[in-house]
């Protein structure tokens, strides 16, 4: 198996962005674990009316329904022509761009189907991981043991989140009413909560026990990914992932790690 990092964190904590830039900087394949989770939903509520929250909601908590799905579901990691990792959902190509795949209307549906899907997910990335040396961005590590992966938890603190969220969603937070502040930031804390007691996301408090290292995500985009990149190098030598000229077109040599595939 080729070398894998997980980059976990909270939600709006920028993981996925800095995990892709990572990616992009290693030479490695970038895998958004939280998009294909994102895409199976939309698949699971496609025919229904997306403001019939109700009714989605009944599809969603029917077992019967939700077990003929994921049983049927093919999640398939590939090499493109031009040496670049995809993922197919059902024979369909993932767009992680796609904007439909990060309305806040998704967020509490996801975690209906995040538990479910899990065993997929596991097959999934290990098949990727068999393909190329890659990045998966996550809110949970699903998949790797801790001599399998390097992992790291992005954690900028809360009003790093709430500033990124209210851009993603349009506004700055400071331009935003006091009450819509308030609101935004019960919104992300009390959905994280959600998903840290389901079990779909990790917490801050019990990364360590599960070999995950803090990083401090400032908000400076350049400034963390070069800290970030820095720390991954001095991880993955530390595994005896060596690098010679990184990247997948014949950089990567093994040295004392697992042997690529």
């Given at each position: 198996?080729?070398?894998?990092?997980?980059?976990?964190?909270?939600?709006?904590?920028?993981?996925?962005?800095?995990?892709?830039?990572?990616?992009?900087?290693?030479?490695?394949?970038?895998?958004?674990?939280?998009?294909?989770?994102?895409?199976?939903?939309?698949?699971?509520?496609?025919?229904?009316?997306?403001?019939?929250?109700?009714?989605?909601?009944?599809?969603?908590?029917?077992?019967?329904?939700?077990?003929?799905?994921?049983?049927?579901?093919?999640?398939?990691?590939?090499?493109?022509?031009?040496?670049?990792?995809?993922?197919?959902?059902?024979?369909?190509?993932?767009?992680?761009?796609?904007?439909?795949?990060?309305?806040?209307?998704?967020?509490?549906?996801?975690?209906?189907?995040?538990?479910?899907?899990?065993?997929?997910?596991?097959?999934?990335?290990?098949?990727?991981?068999?393909?190329?040396?890659?990045?998966?961005?996550?809110?949970?590590?699903?998949?790797?043991?801790?001599?399998?992966?390097?992992?790291?938890?992005?954690?900028?603190?809360?009003?790093?989140?709430v500033r990124r969220r209210a851009l993603f969603e349009g506004t700055a937070?400071?331009?935003?009413?006091?009450?819509?502040?308030?609101?935004?930031?019960?919104?992300?804390?009390?959905?994280?909560?959600?998903?840290?007691?389901?079990?779909?996301?990790?917490?801050?408090?019990?990364?360590?026990?599960?070999?995950?290292?803090?990083?401090?995500?400032?908000?400076?985009?350049?400034?963390?990914?070069?800290?970030?990149?820095?720390?991954?190098?001095?991880?993955?030598?530390?595994?005896?992932?060596?690098?010679?000229?990184?990247?997948?077109?014949?950089?990567?040599?093994?040295?004392?790690?697992?042997?690529?595939?």
């Amino acid at each position: 198996m080729n070398p894998v990092i997980i980059i976990a964190g909270y939600a709006a904590s920028g993981k996925t962005t800095l995990a892709r830039r990572l990616a992009n900087d290693l030479g490695f394949a970038f895998v958004d674990l939280g998009s294909i989770i994102r895409r199976v939903t939309i698949d699971c509520i496609k025919n229904e009316d997306y403001q019939n929250e109700a009714e989605i909601f009944r599809r969603l908590a029917d077992k019967n329904f939700i077990v003929d799905y994921i049983n049927q579901l093919t999640l398939t990691p590939l090499i493109a022509d031009d040496g670049n990792l995809i993922v197919e959902v059902n024979g369909t190509r993932l767009d992680i761009e796609n904007h439909q795949l990060r309305q806040g209307f998704l967020d509490d549906k996801t975690l209906l189907l995040a538990k479910e899907i899990r065993p997929k997910l596991i097959l999934f990335q290990r098949e990727a991981a068999r393909l190329t040396p890659v990045v998966f961005s996550a809110r949970n590590d699903v998949a790797f043991e801790k001599d399998e992966s390097i992992r790291i938890f992005i954690d900028p603190g809360i009003s790093v989140r709430v500033r990124r969220r209210a851009l993603f969603e349009g506004t700055a937070f400071f331009d935003l009413p006091k009450d819509q502040r308030r609101d935004l930031l019960n919104r992300i804390v009390g959905k994280e909560w959600e998903s840290i007691d389901s079990g779909v996301a990790l917490h801050k408090k019990s990364v360590a026990e599960r070999g995950f290292i803090l990083f401090d995500n400032k908000g400076d985009i350049e400034e963390s990914l070069g800290e970030l990149t820095i720390m991954a190098k001095n991880l993955l030598e530390t595994k005896g992932w060596l690098f010679n000229n990184m990247g997948r077109e014949g950089g990567y040599c093994p040295g004392r790690g697992p042997e690529r595939i």
